[in-house]
Nanobody, 127 residues
Framework: QVQLVESGGGLVQAGDSLRLSCAAS????????MGWFRQAPGKEREFVAA????????YYADSMKGRFTISRDIRKNTVYLQLNSLKPEDTAVYYC????????????????????WGQGTQVTVSS
């Protein structure tokens, strides 16, 4: 099992940046494919970005391409989501997710593919 704890959210202005962190417990962090999702009030949870076990493959939702960057540090058991050029519509609770996966190069983009979730961190972008 793995436990995930997100941090780094906050209240920022449009155009600002944030870096979200997701710290994973356990000694097998490198065995997990990781992803970030978000859920705005009154909306369904949506995919943001994903990274493979190896870290060499990443994938982004179209609206996040060029603004968000996902990365992972195996030594620190942490996955990051860099958020740049934030917009008010990026306001949401951001969740980190993990799935034990054999293939080191696959990215998982559907929330149903993940079985471990963090508690979320709130990002609020004011105009």
């Amino acid at each position: 099992q793995v436990q995930l704890v997100e941090s780094g959210g906050g209240l920022v202005q449009a155009g600002d940046s944030l870096r979200l962190s997701c710290a994973a417990s356990g000694r097998t962090f490198s065995s997990y494919a990781m992803g970030w999702f978000r859920q705005a009030p009154g909306k369904e949870r949506e995919f943001v970005a994903a990274i493979s076990r190896s870290g060499r493959s990443t994938y982004y939702a179209d609206s996040m391409k060029g603004r968000f960057t996902i990365s992972r540090d195996i030594r620190k058991n942490t996955v990051y989501l860099q958020l740049n050029s934030l917009k008010p519509e990026d306001t949401a609770v951001y969740y980190c997710a993990a799935r034990l996966f054999a293939d080191t190069s696959v990215v998982l983009t559907r929330d149903s593919e993940y079985n471990y979730w963090g508690q979320g961190t709130q990002v609020t972008v004011s105009s």
